[in-house]
């Protein structure tokens, strides 16, 4: 402010200058006195010049009125009276050109970067860093004091807390440094301060402290679906979930401070938070079906990041299909027509099974589903069985029947589906075969009756297999439509 008051007094002056000078009235007499002064001879010419006035009628100078004037504005002299006005004027120029000049080396040495009060002829010559500060609430900070003229014998900062409370750090100098300083260890709270010295003291400085935004707590909340069994459960303070899929996830964040956007950041997908006034972000509930690693993005109003992003892990477990094999007979036997062939099966499933059995049929036929269980808990292993008498199917030699196990669950939209064990084979064998040991090489230790037919008779069965294996896929897949519709 003191450096613009001569150019704020220059401005006022000129403009007081030009002000007057448009005011006052146009003194010919005077012009005329003066050039007289300088040159007495034109005297009587330029007032009589000066008397002459308009014709009141016309508003015009007559004839004669015209030739005085023009002889005093053609005189001999008006040449030496226009070089006169222009030494004025230009000697008026460079004395304005050297004032400006003056004023703007002035001007640029207050304000090149070095406080009024450090010029050297000033009384008060010191500089304060870092002045107003902003800093991370915790951290320490550094106050020096350079001062431009001679250096006082000590100097010290005054601390003054936001509660009021006042603390005197003396300024340390190394050797013969026109520099004092000293370090606040840790700054907790918005603080002011200024440094004294010789009786002397500073301007006050702002210290304010701020805070990165930051998570300090994070509650989930689960709800399983229904078919689970499972009781819906909060989890304080954790960061990571495993659930199953189709369950659905929501979170309640605790800040430090309020913040204006808060999200998720994953690799594949990013969640958005809704925030609140309170501090509180939330992720409002999602159904989780792939399993992620996120880390958690805050913003403040200031538009400070958090410094150390908290990571997140949400990990999907799948809902398997049940678990199921034929546990006897194993591999594909032969058998009669007349026999009774004993199936056994097991089956388990990780929530439980809806219910389970054998599944056979001859080949182009559609298969038999025999219901054996309902309702089974989680992971629980079930053993079930079943007599099929070969005899009620009418099967024939050389025809196949086919078998296998099959269980039903919840899927992972709540709908009932159905799983199939492999499938097997039993070849029906006539019924006065009579194996011997294995010297043909032929398969199945050779067939003393069959004698040429036993290449066609293997063909015939792989052929059946074939098609009981189509006809077999057709139907599950019938089966899965069914009992996957809502």
Not at 126 to 135: L, W, Y
Request: hydrophobic share 40%; with cysteine.
């Amino acid at each position: 402010l003191v450096g613009m008051l001569p150019l704020f007094g220059g401005i006022a002056g000129t403009l007081g200058i030009c002000l007057r000078a448009s005011w006052q009235p146009k003194d010919f007499r005077a012009l005329v006195t003066a050039l007289a002064r300088e040159h007495p001879e034109v005297r009587p010419l330029l007032a009589t010049a000066l008397e002459q006035e308009p014709d009141s009628e016309s508003g015009n100078f007559l004839f004669l009125q015209l030739r005085v004037i023009d002889e005093a504005l053609g005189h001999p002299r008006k040449n030496f009276w226009t070089q006169t006005l222009r030494r004025k004027l230009a000697f008026a120029k460079l004395t304005n050109v050297f004032a400006v000049t003056a004023f703007v080396i002035f001007f640029s040495m207050n304000h090149s970067g070095t406080r009024l009060a450090s010029g050297p002829w000033l009384a008060s010559e010191i500089t304060v860093t870092p002045g107003n500060a902003q800093i991370e609430r915790g951290t320490g900070l550094v106050i020096s004091a350079r001062f431009g003229r001679k250096p006082p014998p000590e100097a010290a900062v005054v601390l003054i807390s936001a509660l009021g409370k006042t603390k005197r750090i003396p300024l340390a100098r190394h050797l013969s440094d026109p520099v004092f300083g000293a370090s606040l260890l840790e700054v907790t709270e918005d603080a002011a301060y200024h440094v004294e010295y010789s009786s002397k003291k500073t301007d006050d400085y702002k210290i304010s402290v701020f805070d990165y935004p930051a998570l300090t707590r994070a509650d989930a909340s689960l709800r399983f679906p229904d078919y689970t069994g499972l009781t819906n459960k909060i989890i304080p303070d954790t960061r990571r979930i495993t659930a199953v899929e189709g369950s659905r996830l929501s979170y309640t964040l605790e800040l430090n401070k309020p913040v204006a956007h808060a999200r998720l950041i994953g690799k594949e997908e990013t969640l958005s938070l809704t925030v609140r006034s309170n501090a509180i972000a939330a992720l409002p509930e999602v159904t989780l079906a792939n399993s992620g690693h996120y880390a958690l993005e805050l913003v403040d109003t200031e538009g400070r990041t958090n410094k150390a992003p908290a990571e997140f892990v949400i990990q999907v477990l799948p809902n398997r299909p049940p678990d199921l094999k034929v546990i006897f007979p194993r591999g594909d036997p032969r058998v009669s027509a007349l026999e009774e062939v004993q199936l056994q099966a097991e089956a388990t499933d990780d929530f439980g099974l809806v219910k389970y059995g054998i599944g056979f049929g001859v080949a182009g036929q559609e298969p038999k589903f025999v219901e054996l269980g309902q309702r089974t808990s989680a992971n629980d292993k079930r053993l079930f069985g079943q007599l099929i008498p070969l005899e009620k199917l009418g099967v024939e030699v050389d025809q196949i029947v086919s078998y296998f196990a099959w269980a039903d669950d919840y899927g992972p939209d709540g709908q009932v589906r159905r799983t199939f064990s492999d499938m097997f084979f039993a070849e029906v064998r006539p019924f006065e075969q009579i194996f011997r040991a294995d010297q043909s090489g032929m398969p199945d230790g050779g067939d003393q009756n069959q004698g040429g037919r036993g290449t066609q008779s293997v063909k015939l069965a792989e052929l059946q297999k074939r098609i009981v294996i189509a006809t077999w896929k057709l139907q599950r897949e019938k089966n899965i439509t069914r009992t996957t519709q809502p």
